[in-house]
């Protein structure tokens, strides 16, 4: 299993930046793949970006050009990097991770709003 804690949100202008983080601990040696998620009110939950343990990178359509997703080996942590921001993004967004054994463990979510 493992655990992770996102951190970084807050409340941000439209067009502003925002860089959020996640802190990986546990069984790190599983994992396959981690990504970002997030959930907005009355809405399904979706993925935003995801980045394999080779680097390869998946980002969502209306994110693409504005996000980057990156991974820090060293710290086992990995961070969501959030320019030109739009109202559309505000949400509250989740890191996982996906473990050799196919289950997937989550955070506890972090909150971005995005509002004038």
């Known amino acids: 299993q493992v655990q992770l804690v996102e951190s970084g949100g807050g409340l941000v202008e439209p067009g502003g930046s925002l860089r959020i983080s996640c802190t990986t601990s546990?069984?790190?040696?599983?994992?396959?793949?981690q990504g970002w998620y997030r959930q907005a009110p009355g809405k399904q939950r979706e993925m935003v970006a995801t980045?394999?343990?080779?680097?390869?990178?998946v980002y969502a359509r209306s994110v693409k050009g504005r996000f980057t997703i990156s991974r820090d080996k060293a710290s086992n942590s990995m961070a969501l990097q959030m320019n030109n921001l739009k109202p559309d993004d505000t949400a509250v967004y989740y890191c996982n991770a996906e473990l050799v054994n196919g289950l997937v463990d989550w955070g506890q979510g972090t909150q971005v709003t995005v509002s004038s």
């Open positions: 980045i394999t343990t080779s680097d390869t990178t």
């Open positions: 546990g069984r790190i040696w599983s994992i396959l793949r």
